[in-house]
RNA sequence: GGUCCCGUGGUGUAGUGGUCUAACACGCCUCCCUGUCAAGGAGGAGAUCGUCAGUUCAAAUCUGAUCGGGAUCGCCA
């Protein structure tokens, strides 16, 4: 070993000990006669100075080296100088005396400096990632990774799970997100296909009896990216038998419990987890990942607004659309730049206009309220009466401001969650230090496609209906509400769950409402088909995203930061420089022509 | 595929028609310095302002195209 003691360790309690470290030059500080090399290695960094007195050679030596050299120090611990002593450090009390010194390797001039304070572009941090992943916070974001999927592999060991690695290289199902595929050399026309997710293994383990897989998988879609997407991602990927949603919840619930109370002192969370409906989430919230940290919780108002003498109301309650809104408590005194700019804000979720109501503060109570307490661009439209309607209905008092959308059902809900979030941000209402984690149950299993006129599975084609639900499978497919869940984390989804289908005929009907013929079902699902008819015991799972998780673990925002190699949001890899053209031999081999497109 | 923001020494920024022969901080190089820890002091090097084209007497600055990065809508079973 080059090296006895990492450079974080020693204390007080090893003043006096003779010690040899190796690591990266993180600073020097050049005093001529007198030189302090701040020392880093993976445990952190510790004080080594070199005194002429002491060490003639090393301290000539010291005086050239420079940032992100590699060295091996060997001296003696010594206990600083009164005063002299620094509390930001964990060694600080303490000070490497050094002896010897060897230069292991030099290092060019870094391109930038290795330090948790420099805000660096994303692509030269990407080009240099081996520096970038130097950065202490960097280093800390690995450890924190590994020990999430440490912690999976010993709960889900001692669950009685078996890890199963399952195939990269796997087939075609285009359907869902673009493939990313590979083109086969020993069969001629023919393409792998990378998994999306490893779904129909699973399901099919669970036929095998493993009865509790897990596995760590990389799953891949070739889609547009973004702060939270990447091409590919990690997912914590599960699968039970012989079990209802509650027991697959239970083993995620525990183990996520686990994951955030062992690493993460400064997160709290609320124990058990939330639960509510898909229903129930829409209506409170307008979405179904909703950010349970704060309140602001939606109202339906359409009635009251229909009758209202308002042409934006009553136009969007005719042709059947809702009316609906929170209250901003104590924004109330909103000037006009602010409400233009919420409107704004409005419009670039979709929403046609933003109708907001400005309550002063002066009033002394609802039923008090004078037309002068009113400021709305909608005042002369609405009665006093109706406005004080609106205050009760939604819970606003005097110095709120309330914000109302108008239109479809959809449209509203989307608007208002959005809005809800930003309204969330802006009033600091979401601590950073806290998760909220949430089940969101019973989801729809079809959403009807306007586009193509037709049911498109809302999460997959492999969940089972709720039993009272059968009857509506023929009949009106968008009513059946499926054994369907979601676990929800600060207004993200987390993962997805459900418990499947583990019989041919329904699972065959359920691909014929979402329009697949018999061929397709026969070319893309026949061994799942097949496999049922083997004795498919009753199962479930989940997928959930690591990626996300992490991020959420380190207050991060966009999974590019957990993860060691990304690619930038088109696909890119700057470090390798990946994709890139191959050479033609590979592509004869491969029975692969390049048609570029055309500019 | 759409919309928006950004691109200036190694890094991060300022400069938004002429005063730019491009400023500042950090970093880098040389010298000085025995208690610093974002060390300090003195001096120095380093940029055709992403690229191409245009407007103009004059472009880092305005326009267009293009490349790259980021945010977001579509998309993501």
Redesign the pocket.
């Known amino acids: 070993m080059y090296k006895d003691t990492n450079c974080g360790d020693p204390r007080e309690s090893n003043v006096g000990d003779q010690i040899t470290v190796a690591g990266w030059v993180h600073?020097?500080?050049?005093?001529?006669?007198?030189i302090?090399i701040?020392l880093r290695d993976r445990s952190g960094l510790v004080?080594v100075?070199f005194?002429?007195?002491y060490a003639e050679k090393a301290h000539d030596l010291a005086?050239s080296l420079?940032?992100e050299w590699v060295v091996q120090i060997t001296g003696k611990v010594?206990a600083?100088?009164p005063?002299?002593?620094?509390p930001?450090?964990p060694t600080?009390t303490i000070?490497l005396?050094a002896t010897d010194l060897v230069v292991l390797n030099r290092a060019l001039?870094?391109?930038?400096?290795v330090s948790d304070?420099?805000?660096?572009?994303?692509?030269?941090r990407?080009k240099y990632r081996f520096m970038d992943l130097r950065r202490p916070k960097m280093q800390a974001m690995l450890k924190t990774r590994h020990k999430v999927t440490h912690i999976m592999w010993d709960y889900l060991t001692e669950q009685g799970f078996t890890q199963v690695e399952t195939p990269i290289l796997i087939k075609s199902?285009p359907?869902?997100?673009?493939d990313y595929v590979v083109p086969s050399r020993v069969h001629p026309g023919d393409f792998y296909a990378l998994p999306?997710?490893p779904?129909?293994l699973k399901q099919l383990l669970m036929v095998s009896g493993v009865e509790r897989y897990f596995q760590i998988a990389r799953c891949f879609?070739d889609?547009?990216?973004?702060?939270?997407?990447q091409p590919e991602h990690t997912q914590l990927d599960l699968e039970m038998s012989f079990v209802h949603q509650d027991d697959v919840m239970a083993v995620v619930e525990e183990l996520y419990t686990r994951i955030v109370n062992e690493t993460s002192s400064h997160m709290t969370m609320t124990e058990p987890f939330t639960r509510l409906t898909y229903a129930e989430s829409m209506e409170r919230f307008g979405t179904d990942k909703p950010d349970l940290r704060f309140g602001l919780e939606l109202t339906t108002i359409t009635e009251t607004a229909a009758n209202s003498d308002a042409r934006v109301f009553q136009s969007a309650a005719g042709s059947g659309g809702s009316i609906r809104g929170f209250v901003a408590p104590g924004c109330g005194n909103y000037g006009r730049r602010q409400t233009d700019n919420l409107t704004e804000f409005a419009k670039?979720?979709?929403a046609q206009g933003l109708v907001f109501i400005a309550l002063d503060e002066s009033a002394t109570s609802i039923e008090e309220l004078e037309n002068d307490h009113i400021k709305s661009p909608l005042k002369k439209f609405l009665s006093l009466d109706t406005i004080k309607q609106f205050a009760t209905e939604m819970g606003a008092k005097p110095g709120d401001l309330m914000l109302i959308v108008a239109g479809t059902e959809k449209l509203v809900n989307?608007v208002l969650s959005?809005l809800r979030n930003e309204m969330g941000r802006r009033l600091e209402l979401a601590d950073d230090n806290r998760l909220e984690f949430a089940w969101v149950t019973d989801f729809p299993l079809f959403?009807w496609d306007e586009?193509l006129q037709k049911y498109?599975?809302?999460?997959?084609?492999?969940s089972t209906p709720k039993p009272e639900h059968m009857e509506y499978l023929d009949t009106d497919p968008g009513k059946v509400i499926g054994t369907l869940w979601d676990l929800v984390c600060n207004g993200s989804e987390m993962g997805?769950g459900s418990i499947r289908i583990h019989d041919k005929d329904l699972q065959t009907r359920l691909f014929n409402i979402i329009g697949y013929t018999e061929d397709q079902i026969a070319d893309r699902f026949g061994q799942l088909l097949t496999a049922f008819t083997y004795g498919a015991p009753p199962h479930g799972g989940m997928?959930l995203g690591l990626d996300r998780l992490v991020a959420i673990l380190l207050g991060e925002?966009?999974i590019?930061e957990v993860i060691a190699f990304?690619?930038?949001?088109?696909a890119?890899d700057?470090l390798f420089e990946a994709p890139s053209p191959i050479e033609d031999q590979q592509l004869e081999d491969l029975h692969v022509r390049i048609v570029m497109?055309k500019t």
């Open positions: 600073r020097r500080r050049d005093h001529g006669n007198l302090f701040d004080q100075v005194n002429p007195g005086g420079r940032s010594v600083r100088l005063g002299a002593e620094n930001d450090l600080g000070e005396s001039t870094p391109p930038f400096e304070d420099a805000e660096i572009e994303a692509n030269t990407l199902t359907e869902g997100a673009r999306q997710s779904q129909q879609r889609e547009d990216l973004r702060a939270d997407r670039s979720s979709g989307t959005n959403d586009d498109e599975p809302a999460h997959h084609v492999f997805s997928g925002t966009a590019r990304p690619k930038t949001q088109s890119f700057p497109p």
